[in-house]
């Protein structure tokens, strides 16, 4: 009885919230890190060797919040290039451990975002513009042929189909959401390449994506303006692939990569 008492309490208590870190005079944005209460009937199920699944998920709820907030963050420049980040520091600004903020800043470490500091934490890396351009000539090889091939082939009503993740991401560049921006960004490109049914070039594609997407150094920060217009070519794409335009298809692919934010 006081075993069910004390896990009824350790429901019932308030949810803690995550706050992205930001530069002084950034406003933080709390993300909310509630975990799914269990159903009454399923307390007292678990056998003794069967750990109680609310703290798994707990777990990974916590450090999944945390991985989408520092993304954010990195979209943002809130998160500065070239800046050694410890987990505990991060951890009591976004009210949690320094465990769950370790495993996602490695996670941000295998995709390229940030480098382990020995000691001290991680670097957030530093994004030139010579590398934002190779990025864009490596995806443009991959992503030029495949499109083309599908312009021929893939009927009009699945191109049709992909017209609300176009205004999505036109939505998120009217209002100058980079974060919003950067995620149905790649969403489109995602939706286009999955066409083809080649799971591991939509996997490749989406991580060289990613990376030319963040970290990147104040000055190549986009503006609003410059998302409205990146927005506007998919779009464009959309119609000259539903019209099997082939040239125009390749044009504009091109000229989409050579922006930042393409």
Do not use: K
């Amino acid at each position: 009885m006081e075993q069910a008492r004390a896990r009824d309490a350790a429901t019932s208590q308030p949810h803690a919230s995550v706050r992205i870190p930001g530069q002084q005079g950034a406003e933080d944005r709390p993300v909310p890190c509630s975990s799914p209460r269990v159903p009454e009937q399923a307390r007292g199920e678990h056998t003794h060797s069967e750990p109680p699944a609310p703290h798994t998920v707990r777990r990974h709820s916590v450090r999944g919040q945390i991985l989408d907030a520092l993304r954010t963050a990195l979209v943002d420049g809130e998160l500065v290039p070239g800046t050694v980040y410890s987990a505990p520091a991060l951890g009591e600004r976004f009210g949690v451990s320094a465990t769950p903020v370790r495993e996602a800043m490695q996670q941000l470490a295998v995709e390229g975002a940030v480098e382990v500091v020995p000691n001290r934490g991680f670097r957030v890396i530093v994004r030139t513009p010579r590398e934002l351009a190779e990025l864009a000539e490596v995806r443009a090889l991959i992503e030029i042929p495949v499109m083309l091939r599908l312009a021929r082939t893939v009927p009009v009503a699945r191109w049709s189909e992909l017209r609300p993740l176009a205004d999505a991401t036109a939505a998120a560049a009217a209002v100058g959401d980079r974060a919003a921006y950067a995620d149905t960004d790649r969403a489109f490109h995602r939706a286009v390449l999955a066409l083809s049914g080649n799971d591991q070039l939509v996997m490749v594609a989406d991580d060289l994506h990613r990376r030319s997407q963040w970290p990147l150094s104040t000055s190549l920060v986009s503006r609003r303006a410059d998302l409205v217009a990146d927005a506007a070519e998919h779009m464009a794409l959309l119609e000259a692939l539903i019209a099997q335009d082939l040239t125009v298809v390749r044009s504009l692919v091109r000229e989409h990569f050579t922006g930042a934010d393409g």
